[in-house]
């Protein structure tokens, strides 16, 4: 920054030392060495300060121009994808139209059968229903019945 020699610097110190004597030159030093460092520290500060601003500004960039390519990309793939649906649509009523005239052809070039008449067939009629047979009651015995088992203990 600064061009200053060697020589230089040892004459500004020589006077000093003239002008402010050996009894404050060392408190002046101090004082010079501390407001130095302050400088040097905000130097620092500012230059960190100044690169993480130009860091940001380059991520805005790069996203932005991301966004731009994605968007670009997307408009793209969407006319594509309209398109192919449009012409798959077109083939879709192809297809039906075609499947329509085969099952149900025009009227008008489809030839006049006369329909038969169907068989008659005769009624149908119940069978006669057989006499049931009698079976001879025997002597009733009582039952012997028998009592659930229990499910809930003795």
Request: glycine share 4%.
């Amino acid at each position: 920054m600064f061009d200053i020699s060697f020589s230089e610097l040892l004459l500004c110190f020589v006077v000093a030392l003239v002008v402010l004597g050996p009894e404050r030159m060392p408190g002046v030093a101090r004082a010079v060495g501390r407001w130095t460092g302050k400088a040097r520290g905000y130097m620092r500060n500012l230059t960190a300060e100044l690169e993480r601003e130009t860091h940001i500004a380059e991520m805005k960039r790069q996203v932005e121009d991301a966004h731009r390519i994605l968007r670009e990309q997307s408009d793209e793939v969407r006319a594509n994808v309209d398109l192919n649906l449009k012409a798959i649509r077109e083939e879709t009523h192809s297809v039906v139209d075609s499947v329509k005239t085969a099952v149900h052809p025009p009227l008008e070039s489809a030839p006049v059968v006369a329909a038969a008449p169907l068989p008659q067939s005769p009624p149908i009629t119940p069978a006669p229903s057989a006499p049931s047979p009698t079976v001879a009651a025997e002597p009733s015995t009582p039952a012997k019945v028998t009592p659930p088992p229990n499910y809930y203990g003795p």
